[in-house]
């Protein structure tokens, strides 16, 4: 805590109290004017940046949910959902473990007890497999 000040006179005590409220009216307008150039009104802004403000409720619900060897992997899209429960279980495995834990086809190889070329090559035709289904399901440009 600051010392009190002694006044000798009732003008010096005038005099202290109209400084103590012009600082704090230089304060709270320099406030304001920070407030201003920093800070935007909801309705000035524009569509895309209030669309960066809102947020999406996800639900488990919401996706299919597909398991291997104690990984889950959530797809939203129904479309892409069906065109994955389409591919085999050892399939939809090693696309799991290589999309969900970023496996190498070695390390999917010695989980499942295959070759890292077999995984290899099943991996990139399981992946030439979806997107040929997708292809066909979704229109051109479409979601």
């Not at 959530?74 to 290589?98: G, K, M, T, W, Y």
């Not at 070329?117 to 030439?128: D, E, H, Y």
């Amino acid at each position: 805590m600051g010392t009190i000040p002694r006044f000798n006179s009732p003008g010096q005590f005038d005099h202290f109290c109209k400084l103590v409220l012009r600082n704090e009216a230089i304060n709270y307008a320099q406030e304001l004017k920070r407030r201003r150039d920093h800070e935007t009104v909801f309705s000035a802004l524009p569509q895309a940046e209030m669309d960066k403000l809102s947020a999406t409720d996800r639900y488990p619900s919401d996706s299919y949910v597909f398991s291997s060897y104690g990984c889950d992997l959530p797809i939203e899209n129904e479309l892409v959902a069906e065109a994955f429960a389409s591919l085999s279980l050892r399939d939809q495995s090693i696309l799991i473990l290589h999309c969900v834990l970023d496996l190498t086809d070695k390390e999917i190889g010695w989980v499942m007890g295959l070759s890292r070329s077999a995984v290899q090559k099943r991996r990139t035709g399981t992946l030439k497999v979806l997107r040929s289904k997708l292809t066909a399901l979704v229109p051109e440009g479409g979601d």
